[in-house]
């Protein structure tokens, strides 16, 4: 852990100009609410900054406020990679591996401004000059707050920064419910409410506003549905068949792995998504209690993530994938059926 490395922030915020703050691809609302909230604080001081997303965000999300001038590096990457390359500091939010950056990899690396990481994720790269990271928090959103107080107080909680970083907390703790929102966490949420955050409207705009294609695609997902009972395990899997026959929008299948979690005795739920574009399975863990599904995407499936919420992917057929992860089960025997504590 690398615990808010103020004094670094504020040397690195003496510099001037151009400030480029870049999620991890396939932004989540973690890494875009951590990165508008702290574009909306810099943009109030001297600095001309601009979020670059290495590719698109879900439609759950473009009412964040200041959605709108975030530059996609995947549809304008002239664009993204010359204002990285002039920018005097580089924010890289919600990731530790620059792999994660996508087609903004190389020019992250080649670029020669000053390089500040803040993520919440296991086992840090070393490729930024200033690192702020902390597994023990519940979301970037949470550090990114942490970081605003120490610089200016809670006077610079404007609603817009409330609402940004009120969302990657809501949405990474999956509604408060993971181990790692702590009671900080929600008095850190308590103090956005009354920043100007709205609760309700948020939740609305996050959860309640899924288009018919995700119905549609929550329909075959549990169609598919393998339990393990003897593994604790469950497993589901969307082809790209069914994204096509359910016309599947980005984001439709957000937070369909944690439905296999809801079967009683279930400690394991991973899903597997066709991706033809990016030819991969695109696959998705998660865990209650010990059994560690960041090491097991490591291990694996060439990811990585939290001990109980983790990612990967596999270049072999969905077939070859899912039989592989079942060949798989039995090693873990032990792990995968220990009581819950
Ligand atoms: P999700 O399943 O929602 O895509 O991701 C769950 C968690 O695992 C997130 O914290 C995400 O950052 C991480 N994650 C997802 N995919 C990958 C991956 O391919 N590599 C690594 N290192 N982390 C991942
Ligand atoms: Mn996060």
């Not at 900054?49 to 002239?78: K, M, T």
């Not at 990731?95 to 500040?116: P, Q």
């Not at 033809?276 to 399975?281: P, Q, S």
Request: glycine share 6%.
């Amino acid at each position: 852990m690398i615990s808010l490395p103020i004094e670094q922030f504020k040397h690195a915020l003496k510099a001037q100009g151009k400030v480029a703050i870049v999620p991890h691809k396939n932004p989540d609302g973690d890494a875009l609410g951590s990165c508008l909230a702290l574009y909306h604080f810099l943009s109030s001081t001297n600095f001309q900054c601009r979020v670059i997303a290495p590719n698109g965000y879900p439609d759950f999300l473009n009412w964040l406020p200041g959605s709108d001038h975030i530059l996609i590096a995947e549809n304008e990457l002239q664009q993204a990679e010359h204002f990285i390359a002039e920018a005097s500091l580089i924010f890289t939010l919600d990731f530790n591996d620059l792999s994660r950056s996508g087609v903004l990899e190389n020019s992250i690396s080649m670029a020669s401004g000053v390089k500040l990481m803040i993520d919440h994720h296991i086992d840090p790269k070393a490729y930024a000059e200033v690192i702020y990271s902390d597994t023990q928090m519940s979301s970037t959103c949470e550090m990114v707050y942490e970081l605003i107080l120490a610089l200016s107080g809670k006077k610079a909680l404007t609603p817009e920064i409330s609402s940004c970083l009120y969302t990657g907390i809501l949405t990474d703790t999956g509604s408060f419910k993971y181990p790692s929102a702590s009671s900080n966490t929600l008095r850190i949420a308590a103090e956005l409410i009354d920043h100007g955050a709205d609760k309700t409207f948020i939740a609305q705009e996050l959860f309640d506003q899924g288009h018919l294609s995700r119905f549609k695609l929550m329909g075959r997902c549990i169609d598919s549905l393998e339990v393990y009972e003897q593994y604790a395990t469950t497993l589901m899997f969307i082809t790209e068949k069914d994204k096509q026959e359910c016309h599947f929008r980005k984001g439709d299948t957000e937070g369909f792995v944690n439905m296999g979690l809801q079967l009683k005795g279930i400690h394991f739920s991973a899903i597997f998504i066709e991706h033809f574009e990016d030819r991969m399975i695109k696959i998705s863990f998660r865990s209650v209690g010990d059994f560690d599904v960041n090491a097991f995407a490591r291990a694996h499936f060439n990811g990585g993530g939290h001990k109980n919420a983790a990612g990967g992917r596999s270049d072999l057929s969905l077939e070859e994938t899912l039989n592989n992860f079942k060949s798989l089960l039995p090693t873990y025997l032990t792990s995968l059926k220990k009581p819950l504590s």
